[in-house]
Every structure is written in structure tokens, then in C-alpha cells.
């Protein structure tokens, strides 16, 4: 499995960005649950927002919850995060990440469920 981000990039604050993670090599017979990490200078990741294996429920981190939206194309295997009225403290790398577990709302945040991962892209918000 392949996860590969782009997108990144510099804006001031109160801009947007389109985050995309195009996925190779999934298993054509099973879901995959898809989520968006960041990791900040000097700070841990954490989850920034989750899509479940059907694509029907998202779940997001508070600090997001309103500027920013995670959606997927299965037929392309690409999962989006849309990022508005961003942050300077949104200033991260951003990574992508999917696991075929089946996860829920308490469970879709901590990258150790997580079984595949992206190289990251940045995002720096001025």
C-alpha cells in the first residue's frame, strides 16, 4: 500500500488549502478507514479528521471542527481534506494514514491504529 499527499503549501491566515492522498495498492475486497494526521514543530501528531470504511460518518479533532472537511472519490482512491479560514497554529506537516480496522468515534484518532502511512506534505499558514 501506497499513500502518497500533495497540496501543501503556504498561505496567510484566513486562506484555504486542498489536501489530497492518493492510495495505491489496497485490497480491492476490503474498506480501508482514512484519516489525516498532522505533526507540528516540537509537538506530537494528532488526528485531524477520519472518514470510516463506508464514507458515511467523519469525525474531526475540535480544533477543526468547522473550518475543515474530509471527503474520498473511492473510484479515484483518493481521500481530500479541505482546509478553511486556517491558522497560523494550523502550520504543520500533514499526513495521511489508513488501516482496514474498522474504527468509530473513539477510535479513529490515535495514529496507532493506523497500519499505513504517507510521507506528509506541509502547510504553513503566515
Known amino acids: 500500500v501506497q499513500l502518497v499527499e500533495s497540496g501543501g503549501g503556504s498561505v496567510p491566515a484566513g486562506g484555504s488549502l486542498r489536501l489530497s492522498c492518493a492510495a495505491s495498492?489496497?485490497?480491492?475486497?476490503?474498506?480501508?478507514?482514512m484519516a489525516w494526521f498532522r505533526q507540528g514543530p516540537g509537538k506530537e501528531r494528532e488526528g485531524v479528521a477520519g472518514?470510516?470504511?463506508?464514507?458515511?460518518?467523519?469525525y474531526y479533532a475540535n480544533s477543526v471542527k468547522g473550518r475543515f472537511t474530509i471527503s474520498q472519490d473511492t473510484a479515484k482512491n483518493t481521500v481530500y481534506l479541505q482546509m478553511n479560514s486556517l491558522k497560523p497554529e494550523d502550520t504543520s506537516m500533514y499526513y495521511c494514514?489508513?488501516?482496514?480496522?474498522?474504527?468509530?468515534?473513539?477510535?479513529?484518532?490515535?495514529?496507532?491504529?493506523?497500519?499505513?502511512w504517507g510521507q506528509g506534505t506541509q502547510v504553513t499558514v503566515s
Open positions: 495498492g489496497f485490497y480491492q475486497k476490503r474498506r480501508y478507514c
Open positions: 494514514a489508513a488501516t482496514w480496522r474498522l474504527l468509530g468515534v473513539s477510535t479513529w484518532s490515535p495514529e496507532a491504529n493506523y497500519d499505513y
Open positions: 472518514i470510516d470504511r463506508d464514507g458515511a460518518t467523519t
